[in-house]
């Protein structure tokens, strides 16, 4: 179960004060809350590629050479997306009979070759990008939604997302494919996947009527209610079919809460700095909850160095599948971490676009570049950390701190506010092992192609296939190329 | 239980990220969580009197008139403390025959007509004022610990804390106080009432051996640890001794954490905007959780909008008393709240000195007047708001607003960043309603004698009850009373 654009701090298990998330506090009872989880790039289409390869964007093409450490993903004229070469998750399931489904967001591209039913799944009801809109079909097209290969109408023609009301029924339609897809493999006794990517809390957020105006955190608030009522849905139909016992679950966000568009659209990444699109923790670390009855004990709380990229591993592991050998894997078996309460040493990579910003070992953290958005952008009020301004850290250039990482130890400075004096003890222990580490992993590293560089508006969502059946095709542009600007 | 500076953030049922508070945390899970709970005043002694008097510190003297706004305490020089006229929860208390004892700080005044003693109390092991030092002897007395009348020895001589190396075994001692008294109300099986204040959190933190060095958060998160294991000693002796279900239990704290002494001496009140002193949320906002099993539900989540004035009108009434009817009293009874999960209205007064700065009405918040520190204080590095800073509200002048107060909605907005626009109908409605309120309550304002105006360095704890019989006193100075000096 993948959120989107969640923060750590909007579920009650994690502090939200509002506490409006009963079911997931109660799969966080009854299951094992991890409190150090990242995701492996504090945006979208890169960490969703992450979490289905098992490796770093720098690796698996998800990002951009266009300009230094820029985040990039696949807006519609996006040209790229995953390459061929990459094995998804879903591709190695199938080797063990698993049914593979998708619902909700993809965003590994949405060309004709990058259609999930090409890279292992099985099934689709979902959109390729974001629910961004509503456009004109002229200069933009809506966005369409697919079931398995075709598509079956566009989003805010034949799926309404209401802008000023906030009012839309896709996490009903999400939640109800989900116990569809469910009780069908359970019907026919067949392993499953189900990769339920919903989106309601990404901006423009959406809930359906029922939920409409039932939290004290406004519209993002509704979402995340109807989020924790559906996963507590696709809970209980677990238990009823008693497979809860068969079946891992596991559910975290894609990258920080968008704090540019909070209050009314963004969550909340508290007490971590900023949010989205940086590589402070508010961007990385995310809620992150595993559930299985029987296998993982309740009430247990792991401080083990998570990452999306962890979850390709583990669900090989349990899936008794071998990882791939013939590339690097950054994901690692969170197997003896879940089901026997153990910790692994590893450390986590904060990458944006081409460039390795920090690095966590233990509870230290390096910042070997620093910065939020350009001086540009943040005057026209483009802030991903509002309210926060920590001198030398937040920076509006992009700071580089190579010769002398900025360290922070992230036990008694969670909100990386005290970097530590170079001058100490502290520094010069912690410096020299992550350096050693960096140092290793740089070495090792061969970035894949970069998938995020090229732009087309040829490209978009013209005439998706099945558009000819619904007479929703449109024409596209001749095709002019151009090398994305990625201004942050 | 009334915490130290320990911060809304401090708790791992409130979303510390080290979660190392597991009895606090399942003392939460077996009782009452609030989510909504606030002091009296960001600061220490006004808070704790209003706790025992059940009213606003503007009421019981508890503030000073020599500046605007001004938060005062009772450091040893102060004159004043709680007035006779005052009647404390203990005085009332010892009607139904409880026995009533103070384990730790008391703050209400340090002079021989203000002891704890005096005003209600049976029993007391603690100090007057909060443990600073070590001082010389003579420009300044360590300060005393008192066993019921007399002193029994003073801090760092008799009492020691490494500064150094945070080392003290103080905790352990109010624990066994805290034990030790309730064991031998049950053998005499009498009612009672254990005020434990202890201060552990309060610069200069320290915690004893055995928990040093073993919180992920340094020295601080090493006395939340021992408090947190003293907590469960507690609650277990309550337990074992077979009256938990004859035991009401509630833990709060005094006032914000001091974001001042973070990251090494000062919590965290993440996800709230700055900290101790202040009157936004993070310095009044506290952790609160009752326990009381067999009439409190576990696992319940309360968004009452709750004071520590309450907790003396509350126990008043568990304890079948009523409340004083020849004086206002700000606290309201609670049971409701408590043992048929009701929310009753009310507004919060947030308070500093002679000031009302800001109220709550249900989830908005007016601002009538703003300000963290002065410039002066801010520029030699005093920052009540470390890395938080929210243009026009987290001010450095004492900024009035009470034309067009500041209006914020808590529930979409906990950390006060976006002031709603004074030209929305939300905010036009909210301010109507506000401001009646507003004009109710100044209307029936009667402010107390102001207790903490004059400072004398006679005063300090030269000489305390006991001195003699330890060779332990010391020759005052010369009486010169002065105005006191409250820089914020």
């Given at each position: 179960m993948l959120m989107d654009d969640m923060g750590w701090g909007d579920l009650g298990v994690y502090g939200q004060p509002a506490r409006e998330t009963p079911n997931l506090d109660r799969m966080a009872a009854e299951g094992m809350v991890f409190t150090d989880f990242y995701t492996a790039n504090p945006l979208c289409s890169p960490s969703r590629a992450s979490l289905l390869t098992g490796r770093l964007p720098i690796r698996n093409g998800f990002y951009t050479t266009n300009a230094h450490a820029r985040n990039a993903y696949t807006p519609?004229?996006?040209?790229?997306?995953?390459?061929?070469?990459e094995i998804l998750l879903p591709e190695l399931l199938k080797k063990a009979n698993y049914v593979n489904k998708i619902v909700g967001k993809w965003h590994l591209g949405h060309r004709a070759q990058y259609h999930p039913l090409r890279h292992g799944f099985d099934e689709w009801f979902g959109s390729p990008n974001c629910h961004f809109g509503p456009y004109d079909n002229k200069e933009t097209p809506n966005l369409p939604l697919y079931r398995n290969m075709d598509m079956i109408g566009r989003y805010y023609e034949d799926f309404p997302i209401d802008i000023k009301t906030g009012e839309a029924n896709l996490t009903q339609l999400y939640l109800k494919e989900a116990l569809n897809f469910i009780g069908r493999q359970h019907n026919d006794d067949r392993p499953f996947f189900l990769y339920w990517a919903i989106d309601a809390t990404h901006a423009p957020v959406y809930a359906s009527k029922k939920f409409l105006?039932?939290?004290?955190?406004g519209l993002y608030g509704d979402a995340v209610r109807e989020i924790d009522d559906s996963v507590g849905q696709i809970l209980a139909h677990l238990q009823n079919l008693g497979i809860a016992e068969k079946t891992f679950v596991f559910l975290t966000s894609d990258n920080g809460a968008a704090l540019i568009s909070a209050p009314n659209e963004g969550g909340s990444n508290a007490p971590f700095l900023c949010g989205k699109q940086t590589t402070f923790e508010g961007g990385m670390r995310e809620p992150a909850i595993a559930w299985w009855p029987g296998h993982i004990s309740a009430g247990q709380v792991s401080h083990q160095l998570g990452s999306v990229m962890d979850l390709f591993t583990t669900s090989l592991s349990l899936a008794g599948l071998g990882r791939p050998h013939d590339r690097e894997i950054?994901?690692?078996?969170l197997s003896p971490v879940l089901l026997q309460g153990k910790t692994i040493d590893r450390p986590v990579f904060y990458y944006r676009g081409n460039e390795m910003m920090a690095v966590r070992v233990g509870l230290h953290k390096a910042h070997f570049w620093t910065w939020s958005n350009s001086w540009e952008e943040f005057a026209q009020g483009?802030?991903?950390?509002?309210g926060q301004t920590i001198s030398g850290v937040t920076t509006h250039v992009q700071q580089?701190?190579?010769?002398l990482p900025l360290l922070f130890h992230l036990g008694r400075d969670p909100g990386e506010k005290y970097p530590i004096r170079v001058t100490s003890a502290e520094y010069q222990g912690a410096i020299q092992q992550i350096l050693s580490i960096v140092q290793q992993h740089q070495k090792r590293m061969v970035p894949g192609e970069p998938q995020l560089n090229v732009c087309d508006r040829a490209v978009m969502n013209w005439s998706p296939p099945g558009c000819e059946k619904l007479n929703k095709c449109l024409t596209p542009p001749a095709s002019k190329p151009w090398k994305c600007s990625w201004p942050h």
């Open positions: 519609q004229e996006i040209v790229g997306g995953i390459p061929d070469s105006g039932t939290s004290q955190r950054d994901g690692i078996d483009i802030d991903f950390c509002p580089e701190h190579t010769m």
